[in-house]
């Protein structure tokens, strides 16, 4: 069963321009949340999407958005970038109604640089 | 809110020794969910193994098992036989019984040493 794919894997923007990101999950995984990795402020949760539904978010202003797709496959959304928003994005997934429904698979992340 | 701390930034171990990491949260639940990830270099989190609170009894995955004390809220990992592929950054994570994300530890960086 393939993992977790995020594309692209590195990408450099500059401030002021938006971003987007795109994750796939693993098939039958429904539930797909993406997270702010930084050396500062470690990981961070963004928010959570599940059935194409935003069910949690963290506390990020709203530059940050995201979606989901009936495929659950998701993107997020990051505009008017500003040089703190350098960071590994990472993307989990995770089967829902299931015993495992805690864990949760991460892909190998988008390096975005903002310069 | 749930927080987690893990007070070591830094360890390094020998090849073959043992080593352990600690971790503790704070919450005000009483169901949760204990987890450790490994991140090595490559930076694609692995899952190193889970701990409901329910259960008493420590969990254990080959060369790793955990020390779940609920009462001091503390979720320590012991890696028995290290090895050079264990040197990643390790990272606690907490999810509640009914929640959708984790919240994770600053993490520790772990160095096996040949």
């Known amino acids: 069963k393939a993992g977790v794919t995020q594309t692209p894997r590195y990408l450099i923007k500059t401030r002021g321009q938006q971003v987007t990101l795109s994750c796939s999950p693993i098939s039958g995984h429904r539930s797909v949340s993406w997270y702010q990795q930084t050396p500062g402020q470690g990981l961070q949760f963004l928010f959570e999407y599940f059935s194409e539904t935003q069910r949690n978010k963290g506390n990020f202003p709203g530059r940050f958005s995201g979606r989901q797709f009936s495929n659950s496959r998701s993107e997020m959304n990051v505009s008017t970038l500003e040089l703190g928003d350098s960071a590994l994005y990472l993307c989990a997934s995770s089967l829902v109604l299931s015993k495992d429904a805690h864990e949760q698979f991460f892909g190998p992340g988008t390096r975005l640089t903002v310069l | 809110a749930q927080t987690v701390t893990q007070s070591q930034p830094e360890m390094s171990v020998q090849e073959a020794e043992t080593v352990t990491l600690s971790c503790t949260y704070d919450t005000s639940e009483n169901n949760y969910y204990l987890f450790w990830y490994k991140q090595p270099p490559s930076r694609q989190m692995i899952l190193v193994i889970r701990q409901e609170a329910y259960k008493q009894q420590n969990a254990t995955e080959n060369r790793f098992s955990v020390n779940f004390q609920k009462a001091a809220k503390s979720f320590s990992l012991k890696i028995s036989d290290s090895q050079l592929g264990d040197t990643a950054m390790y990272f606690c994570?907490?999810?509640?019984?009914?929640?959708?994300?984790?919240?994770f530890g600053p993490g520790t960086r772990l160095s096996v040493l040949p």
């Open positions: 994570a907490f999810m509640p019984e009914y929640g959708q994300n984790f919240v």
